[in-house]
Nanobody, 117 residues
Framework: QVQLVESGGGLVQSGGSLRLSCAAS????????MGWYRQAPGKRRELVAS???????NYADSVKGRFTISRDNTKHTVYLQMNSLKPEDTAVYYC???????????WGQGTQVTVSS
């Protein structure tokens, strides 16, 4: 399985910005879809944003226009730029790597994002 390590979380005031990074243990060139998910206390894990190997992106309605996902295949890294953060963005953010073949569906350990009002 591809190992993933997230970083970049922290405490930020409402309206602020953070950039999350997800570093993979191997090339992500063949990863069909890289995604960022989040889970707030008492809530289900939800998709925030994803990017395919071809560069197509998808965003949750709640983050459209504020968050941007990108991938740097040369650095084996996926980023999530988060702007105009809101208290409701507070959650643990997880990175996911999904590949059809050879099969892979791995998760990072998560990074905490806390937005204060």
């Amino acid at each position: 399985q591809v190992q993933l390590v997230e970083s970049g979380g922290g405490l930020v005031q409402s309206g602020g910005s953070l950039r999350l990074s997800c570093a993979a243990s191997e090339s992500i060139f063949s990863i069909n879809r890289m995604g960022w998910y989040r889970q707030a206390p008492g809530k289900r894990r939800e998709l925030v944003a994803s990017i395919t190997s071809g560069g197509s992106t998808n965003y949750a309605d709640s983050v459209k226009g504020r968050f941007t996902i990108s991938r740097d295949n040369t650095k084996h890294t996926v980023y999530l730029q988060m702007n105009s953060l809101k208290p409701e963005d507070t959650a643990v953010y997880y990175c996911n790597a999904y590949r059809i073949f050879p099969p892979n569906d791995s998760w990072g350990q998560g990074t905490q994002v806390t937005v204060s009002s």
